[in-house]
């Protein structure tokens, strides 16, 4: 692919790092810039052609970053400003892009816009923040509930009115009616873009706009997703709103002014395919947005055919998916859909590299990474600590493990790290690499077969033919995906060819004459002989 494409991110393969957990310079147990600065070669090796920064901006840390008290300055346990420049070019260097998180949903309850938002109901930044009078009882203004569980509401005893928070009550939301606070993020886009990043993931971008006039949402009912039945409540008002679509065209004007332009992906966690293309606009509003169906998927042939295929039908004509099996806030996929089965994890990221579109990996995704079992006593996530047992966010956050000795190579021997190790004799990136058959060598082979193959990065998808069992699929006229993700063994009939890369990887070179069988948790990439007739 041209490094220079103003298309790079439709075709290349993403990678998202979380940069506390990914490695640690220092030896403060906590990863930092200087870290992916010096990991750099790793993801150059891999063959990744961008990266996702989780926040780097100041913070209390009362939910990792995602309560930010500074847009423009550099949390200092995670680096400088110079460190954000230096990685930029060091990136660059190695044809890699970097995206940065942006929160434009909310604040840390510490910034200093709304310490004087709070401060009077006449100060000038009031109405930078979402304020409401209680009801005649005193209770909170409306029904909506937080994502992070109870009211959205907190009292501010000192000027008798309450605030919005969608988060923690250290998370207060944004007004976005307020033109000040939108030509003040037109800033924070140009101070950022100027400086060299290639474009933003926008944290909940869906959720921006609230309902000026703050009416209740209405209950769940058993028709909708599962994950709006936990709830109890459809983020109607508090979410989702129409006019949040003006936000992203204008975000979308800022990024296109730039030479190469810059790129908007969206968290756009919405249940529906329809309301997620939507945030596509008519080109004009994000490049990419998450798709959180696949996500919340089960692993099985039906399911995710039908998400995949619902997706391709109806995207706008000149937008463009993408994929992802996991993030900083979703178990990693190879305990969540694979339920730790090695063979389904390689499925998994089969999948994930072929589909037609864009595909983010998660850091650790090429290892096959399972989530880390993390004790109550050492708990991080402010979401973990409220649910724990049922529901934490520490599992899939815990630190890279690049060698099996001690501190996994993440930090120096001795270091307690900050969140703790998972089995690093059984998973690491020293290890795997002198591994031909490892997860990391086929992740790696992969990445290289759809980098080579033009039709593995924009062939057109059409269904083949399969037993139960067996999702397969073209790609363009000679390439053949098949996956058995079921538990018996199937087969699929591809015609005659040549399989290039098996997840069992004794099968790379096998000639297919007619039907590919596959058993349980088995992958194969064909190149057949000819197009079929």
Same mark, same amino acid.
């Given at each position: 692919m041209p490094d220079d494409s103003d298309q790079w991110w439709k075709e290349g393969v993403l990678y998202q790092i979380y940069p506390r957990s990914f490695a640690d310079s220092d030896g403060d147990g906590v990863g930092d810039l200087r870290g992916v600065i010096d990991r750099l070669d790793h993801l150059a090796w891999l063959g990744v052609d961008g990266i996702w920064l989780n926040p780097l901006t100041t913070s209390p840390d009362a939910d990792w970053g995602y309560d930010v008290s500074d847009y423009t300055a550099v949390q200092p346990v995670l680096g400088t400003l110079a460190d954000v420049d230096e990685l930029i070019a060091a990136a660059g260097e190695r044809k890699i892009k970097v995206l940065l998180d942006l929160v434009p949903n909310h604040t840390s309850i510490e910034h200093p816009w709304f310490v004087e938002s709070r401060s009077s109901r006449a100060n000038p930044k009031r109405d930078w923040y979402v304020w409401a009078d209680p009801k005649p009882d005193g209770s909170p203004p409306n029904n909506w509930q937080s994502s992070f569980g109870g009211s959205t509401w907190t009292l501010d005893e000192a000027t008798g009115q309450y605030y919005l928070h969608n988060f923690l009550a250290e998370q207060p939301d944004l007004n976005w009616w307020n033109e000040e606070v939108r030509d003040e993020f037109d800033r924070i886009l140009r101070f950022w873009f100027d400086r060299g990043v290639a474009g933003f993931r926008i944290d909940v971008v869906h959720m921006v706009v609230k309902d000026a006039l703050l009416r209740d949402n209405p209950p769940a009912t058993d028709d909708d997703h599962w994950m709006v039945q936990l709830t109890g409540q459809r983020q109607v008002y508090n979410g989702n709103r129409p006019e949040v679509h003006d936000v992203i065209r204008r975000w979308r004007a800022v990024a296109d002014s730039y030479d190469p332009p810059r790129i908007l992906v969206g968290e756009t966690h919405v249940f529906d395919t329809d309301a997620m293309l939507s945030f596509y606009g008519a080109g004009d509003e994000l490049n990419l947005a998450f798709n959180f169906l696949l996500l919340h998927a089960r692993f099985e042939a039906d399911a995710l055919r039908k998400i995949v295929e619902t997706t391709l039908a109806a995207i706008?004509?000149?937008?463009?998916?993408?994929w992802t099996g996991g993030n900083h806030d979703m178990y990693r996929f190879p305990s969540r859909w694979a339920d730790g089965d090695p063979a389904k994890t390689r499925c998994a990221l089969m999948m994930l590299l072929t589909l037609p579109g864009s595909v983010f990996l998660y850091y650790g995704d090429e290892l096959g990474m399972p989530d880390t079992e993390v004790a109550k006593d050492r708990l991080e996530d402010p979401v973990g600590k409220r649910l724990y047992p049922v529901y934490g966010?520490?599992?899939?956050?815990?630190?890279?493990?690049?060698? !099996?000795? !001690?501190?996994?190579?993440?930090?120096a021997p001795g270091v307690e790290p900050w969140l703790p190790l998972g089995n690093i004799a059984a998973c690491n990136v020293?290890?795997?690499?002198?591994?031909?058959?490892?997860? +990391?060598? +086929?992740?790696?082979?992969?990445? /290289?077969?759809?980098? /080579?193959?033009?039709?593995?990065?924009?062939?057109?998808y059409t269904l083949q033919a399969a037993d139960g069992g067996v999702w397969a699929w073209r790609r363009g006229d000679r390439i053949v995906v098949a996956l058995n993700v079921g538990d018996a063994p199937a087969g699929v009939e591809v015609g005659h060819g040549m399989v290039r890369i098996s997840t069992r990887r004794d099968r790379d070179g096998e000639r297919v004459a007619g039907s590919l069988k596959l058993e349980p948790g088995e992958g194969a990439i064909v190149w057949l002989d000819e197009p079929p007739s």
């Open positions: 706008p004509g000149d937008s463009w998916p993408v966010r520490d599992p899939e956050r815990t630190p890279m493990p690049w060698s !099996p000795g !001690p501190g996994g190579g993440f930090t020293q290890d795997q690499r002198r591994d031909p058959d490892s997860v +990391l060598s +086929l992740c790696r082979d992969l990445i /290289a077969l759809r980098a /080579a193959v033009p039709d593995l990065r924009a062939g057109r």
